[in-house]
């Protein structure tokens, strides 16, 4: 009752004791919002880095990636313009080089660049730069055997071109020796006369008496000629420069012309001197200078001449 008089009410006193009560609460609560906005707030800017460390990662992978990929291409590219440069017909090539044009086209359509790709195809340029390097290393050899064998066709067209300058030089030798045989084995007249014989083969001073005329004559002895049984053709060529010949105007061949003769004889040649005489029968003969030839086997083995009178 005292303190009802006093002023002391204790339902006033509830009514402080429970607001106090609600701002501790009310404390409480904003602290607890407090510490879960710090909380989100730093799980939040845990997530913001680890994206931006996982983009710029993905970025590094991806730029990787890339270079991975044009270096694949430019090594490619490299390759088939190799292919095309040697420049040989082969079906193995041709189908080389079509798969380099076909993975080129892949790798312009790729879009989804991952690792296993990247290495996928470095494996298949790999395998085409082996094949590459294989033809390269025979095309080597060949290159080094061509050039060995033109070396070697060289030297035998040098051997070829000195053995046949040796063959033609002995050849032309042969042809020399082989002239001065044939020159040194043609019979050879010496000694030739003319004389003028009457119808009774007399010796006669004029030859306007003379009814025939002979012409004597030696052949050589020669040991090249061959032996054996020779037909001699006697032309006398009179003064007025015509050959003297009978009616029948028999001819020979000599250096691929016809030839008119006076008379021929036949005679036995054993390579020893031969003393040889030729008739020739006419009439009409007249004074002046007359030329006597001798042919045997195609030659002109003698000639002189001789002043009749």
């Not at 270079?67 to 080389?96: C, F, P, V, W």
């Not at 050849?171 to 030739?192: C, H, M, P, T, Y």
């Not at 030329?291 to 001449?305: K, P, R, W």
Request: hydrophobic share 35%.
């Amino acid at each position: 009752m005292d303190e009802y008089r006093n002023g002391y009410d204790p339902a006033d006193f509830e009514d402080e004791e429970r607001g106090i009560n609600n701002d501790d609460k009310a404390r409480k609560s904003i602290v607890g919002y407090r510490i879960v906005i710090i909380i989100l707030a730093i799980i939040l800017a845990a997530l913001s880095a680890l994206y931006v460390s996982i983009h710029r990662e993905q970025q590094r992978e991806y730029e990787l990636l890339r270079i991975d990929r044009d270096s694949i291409q430019s090594n490619l590219g490299h390759l088939i313009e190799e292919y095309d440069n040697l420049k040989i017909t082969n079906d193995t090539m041709t189908a080389n080089l079509e798969k380099a044009n076909s993975l080129m086209e892949d790798l312009k359509r790729e879009r989804k660049w991952n690792l296993a790709k990247i290495k996928q195809y470095e494996k298949e340029v790999g395998t085409l730069r082996t094949v590459m390097k294989g033809y390269l290393r025979q095309i080597d050899s060949l290159n080094n055997l061509n050039k060995r064998l033109i070396d070697e066709n060289v030297s035998y067209r040098k051997e070829i071109s000195t053995v046949k300058l040796r063959a033609e030089v002995a050849e032309e030798k042969a042809a020399e020796l082989d002239n001065i045989v044939r020159q040194g084995s043609v019979l050879r007249a010496r000694d030739i006369t003319l004389t003028a014989l009457n119808a009774k083969s007399k010796d006669v001073s004029r030859v306007k008496n003379a009814a025939r005329l002979r012409a004597d004559f030696v052949l050589s002895a020669n040991e090249l000629a061959a032996p054996g049984e020779k037909k001699i053709y006697l032309r006398i060529i009179s003064p007025d420069g015509y050959p003297l010949s009978t009616e029948s105007v028999p001819t020979f061949e000599f250096e691929g012309t016809r030839l008119t003769y006076s008379a021929s004889r036949e005679v036995d040649y054993a390579n020893d001197d031969l003393a040889v005489g030729i008739f020739y029968n006419g009439n009409g003969f007249t004074a002046g200078k007359y030329e006597v030839q001798l042919y045997c086997d195609g030659y002109l083995i003698g000639s002189t001449q001789i002043v009749m009178r």
